[in-house]
Structures are given as C-alpha cells and as structure tokens.
C-alpha cells in the first residue's frame, strides 16, 4: 500500500507565504505525476500545480507567477510553495501522486490522495 502524508496548511494574512509538503511511503516502484489541488466550499476540485517526472510544471492561471511546486526524488516528496496568498485561494489542499507499485503478478499504476490539509487566508 501507498500512504500520502501531507502538512504545512495554516491560517495566514492576505500577502503571506506558506509551504505545503507531500511524502509518499509504502509499495513505490516508481512515481510519475505529482500534483496539488484545491477545493473551496460548493465547487468542484481543482488542479493547482503538477510536476512530472522530469521536472516539467503546469500551474492554474490563478496561480502563475505565485506559487512554485517542485520536487526531491531522493524523499519522495512534493512541496508546493505559495507566496502572495489571496483571499480566494483558501481551501483544502490535497496531494495527489501517480505511483506505480509492484504487484504479484505485474504492476499496478493509481492516483493516491493525501489527507488534505486547510490552507486560509484572511484578507
């Protein structure tokens, strides 16, 4: 089994800063996406960054130019750094990595979920 923990969501004041953190641990044979999405009350959940592999970012454009994901191979881990926080990015935070596992007769290839973690801004 995979397990995504995440930490780092927080209260903070419209123009703040917070850095999110994802580990994946357990049956990893390898790990391809992983990603950071968000949901407010009453809509749907939303994509905010990915990062593949090799490195490669896509961002919501209500994010460009504010937050930043990268990732250390090495930990298994994804962060998402979010600096000039608006009001409107408030919500829950979830991780989502795509991992290949080893299985007895071959692989098995999923979207694992964190948590979720509350991030809010105050204006």
């Known amino acids: 089994q995979v397990q995504l923990v995440e930490s780092g969501g927080g209260l903070v004041q419209a123009g703040g800063s917070l850095r999110l953190s994802c580990a994946a641990s357990?049956?990893?044979?390898?790990?391809?996406?992983m990603g950071w999405y968000r949901q407010a009350p009453g809509k749907q959940r939303e994509l905010v960054a990915g990062i593949t592999s090799g490195g490669t970012t896509n961002y919501a454009d209500s994010v460009k130019g504010r937050f930043t994901i990268f990732r250390d191979n090495a930990k298994n881990t994804v962060y998402l750094q979010m600096n000039s926080l608006k009001p409107e990015d408030t919500g829950v935070y979830y991780c989502?990595?795509?991992?290949?596992?080893?299985?007895?007769?071959?692989?098995?290839?999923?979207?694992?979920w964190g948590q979720g973690t509350q991030v809010t801004v105050s204006s």
């Open positions: 357990g049956n990893i044979f390898s790990i391809n996406i």
């Open positions: 989502n990595a795509r991992i290949t596992s080893r299985q007895i007769l071959g692989f098995d290839l999923d979207d694992h």
